[in-house]
C-alpha cells in the first residue's frame, strides 16, 4: 500500500516567502519555486511543500474553542537549542509565550504555523 511520505503541505499567504524562511532555518535547499507553490526537500528526501491560500488564517496555538486549530507541527531535532532558537528569531520566528519542555522550545513560522526545535531524542 503506502510506500513511503513524499511530502507534507502547508497553507500559508506567501509559498515562496515561507519557504525561504524554512531554507534559512534548514539550509535545505529550494526545489520548487511558483507564485502558487514552493518546496524545499530535507536530508530525509521529504518535501516540504507550501501552498499560497487567499485570506490564510493561521492556526491558533496552544488551542483554543472557537478558533482556527493547528493541524500538524514539524519538531526539528537541533544540537544547540539556543542557537537553533537564535537562528529561527533572527529569520523571522516568534517563539511561543507557552513552552512545556526544557529540551524543546516552541516556535512560529512567519506564516504563524507552531513548529519545535528539539535536543530530545525521540
Known sequence: MIQSIIGIAFDCPNANELADFYVKLSGWKKEISTDEWAALRTSEGILLVFQTVENYTPP??????????????????????????ELALKNGAKKSDVQFFDTSTVMFDPAGHPFCLSTASQ
Open 60 to 85: 491558533v496555538w496552544p488551542w483554543k474553542n472557537g478558533e482556527q486549530q493547528q493541524m500538524a507541527h514539524i519538531d526539528f531535532k537541533v544540537d544547540n537549542l539556543q542557537e537553533a532558537e
